[in-house]
Nanobody
């Protein structure tokens, strides 16, 4: 059974940091790229960070460049999103999703490119 499970969200003050985890099971993570998306209330789901199947390539949305870092360890079946210098506008539910490696990085930010999603983890940035 294919599963992705996010964890690590929480309430943090502006300027703080969090490390989100995405744990995969039921499939070989090495064959899939992983993207972190987020969705704020009343807004569309947006891609924030992508990592290729072997970790050779990463892409970021302009809004998070320099503050977010995506990484993965296929042996641990896990991908991470390190988020620093958090802002109130980063408040959202964060999801990880997978897509097959042959798609590469093309249109990585489009939710319709992904076949399995986790349940999401809430990140709230507030003082």
């Amino acid at each position: 059974q294919v599963q992705l499970a996010e964890s690590g969200g929480g309430l943090v003050q502006p300027g703080g940091s969090l490390r989100l985890s995405c744990t995969a099971s039921g499939f070989d993570l090495e064959n899939y790229s992983i993207t972190w998306f987020r969705q704020a209330p009343g807004k569309e789901r947006e891609g924030v960070a992508y990592i290729s199947n072997l970790g050779s390539y990463t892409y970021y949305a302009d809004a998070v460049k320099g503050r977010f870092t995506i990484s993965r360890d296929n042996a641990m079946n896990t991908a991470w999103l390190q988020i620093n210098a958090l802002k109130p506008e980063d408040t959202a539910v964060y999801y990880c999703a997978r897509r097959e490696k042959y798609l590469g990085g093309s249109r990585w930010y489009r939710p319709d490119q992904y076949d399995y999603w986790g349940q999401g983890t809430q990140v709230t940035v507030s003082s």
